[in-house]
């Protein structure tokens, strides 16, 4: 008999990293999976769209027999050497498809008559996601967190990181959370960004952590969003709020959206391409918050952001967008800020500089 992967093995699986293959088609696969996870589907999108056509009109037989005809010969051959060479080498590996039928099933066969025997998980893709969502509930409800907020350009993500007790929703959610908040590389699918959520609080429990510390954030993190029960727990959860001052403040903005995003964009597009992507990105950004800031406010904006690319780029200085950067925190930034932690000042449990918050999260004062 074939081995199976229990539902009383999930956990184990996710907190020892298993590698695992997918089954499933591409683009089931694009719309969530899992860490440490390769696509090496039995079906391409097409394969399936056929197979699955045929099982509505003509039933499961001659679904599977389709099935047969499509992935046979050298097709077979090549995707079958693929999932040998991913045993080879991981030999700990698993495979799964959606249910963990007849695709995990098939190629679990056809890798045993190759000499390998590699386990399959018993309800494939949809119950490893139960699993998650089951667990994301009961650590919400178990753990203890606390909310670290603080003004934009405060460093709070920079601060949380050198908490052992801390997880990075924006880090996991590959954006800053802001306007100018993207990233040149892409960000999760919301199914992969609440998957590895739940792997990370699995970690912190696992770790002994009982309080998580996590920054303050929207409900949206760029397009990712945090998952309703969890936002529920940190709404009612106590706030310590990160005071720093708008010079410091001033110099983390240039960091993070000047220097930091440019050397990205450089990183991948090279230096012209990455100047003109980098430029048009801070041009973008800017137009997002127009109707919030008002015609007067966003062209003194333009203006001074125009100017400052274009010194940037001639001399290479990139003081000049510290004239755009400043305002853009006063007139934006500030009191959105502002209006929003007044309506959570009962929560604030305490309130200090970068040294006195970290003193306080680990429990120091």
Request: glycine share 8%; aromatic share 8%; net charge neutral.
């Amino acid at each position: 008999m074939l081995p199976i992967i229990e539902a009383s093995q999930f956990r184990r699986l996710f907190l020892d990293n298993v590698p695992m293959m997918d089954m499933r088609a591409p683009i089931e696969f694009s719309k969530g999976s899992f860490p440490n996870v390769v696509s090496l589907p039995l079906m391409t999108d097409s394969e399936r769209q056929k197979v699955g056509t045929c099982y509505k009109r003509d039933g499961q037989e001659a679904a599977i027999k389709l099935g047969h005809q499509l992935v046979r010969g050298e097709t077979k051959k090549q995707r079958l050497d693929r999932w040998l060479a991913f045993s080879n080498e991981h030999p700990d590996g698993i495979l799964y498809c959606f249910r963990g039928g007849l695709r995990s099933t098939t190629v679990q066969t056809w890798m045993a008559e190759a000499g390998v025997n590699m386990p399959r998980i018993e309800g494939g893709y949809k119950a490893l996601r139960q699993f998650l969502l089951n667990e994301l509930e009961r650590l919400t409800d178990t753990l203890n967190f606390v909310v670290v907020a603080g003004h934009t350009g405060s460093a709070k993500t920079v601060l949380i990181n050198r908490l052992a007790n801390s997880i990075d929703l924006e880090g996991l959610a590959n954006h800053r959370g802001s306007s100018f908040g993207r990233h040149i590389t892409p960000q999760p699918s919301q199914i992969d960004f609440e998957n590895n959520l739940t792997i990370a609080l699995m970690r912190a429990e696992q770790a002994g952590h009982t309080t998580i510390v996590l920054e303050d954030e929207s409900q949206l993190i760029g397009r990712c969003a945090i998952p309703n029960v969890l936002r529920s727990k940190l709404q009612a959860s106590p706030l310590v709020e990160l005071q720093i001052e708008h010079s410091q403040r001033q110099v983390q903005i240039h960091r993070e959206y000047v220097t930091g995003q440019l050397s990205s964009f450089y990183d991948f597009l090279g230096q012209d391409e990455g100047f003109s992507a980098f430029a048009s990105f801070l041009s973008v950004s800017l137009s997002k918050i127009n109707r919030r800031l008002g015609d007067v406010r966003y062209l003194q904006l333009k203006q001074a952001m125009d100017n400052a690319l274009q010194i940037h780029q001639t001399s290479g200085d990139s003081d000049a967008h510290y004239d755009w950067i400043a305002p853009l925190l006063t007139w934006y930034y500030d009191p959105m800020y502002s209006y929003q932690i007044e309506k959570k000042r009962d929560r604030v449990v305490f309130e200090g500089g970068e040294q006195q918050i970290l003193a306080y999260l680990k429990g120091e004062l």
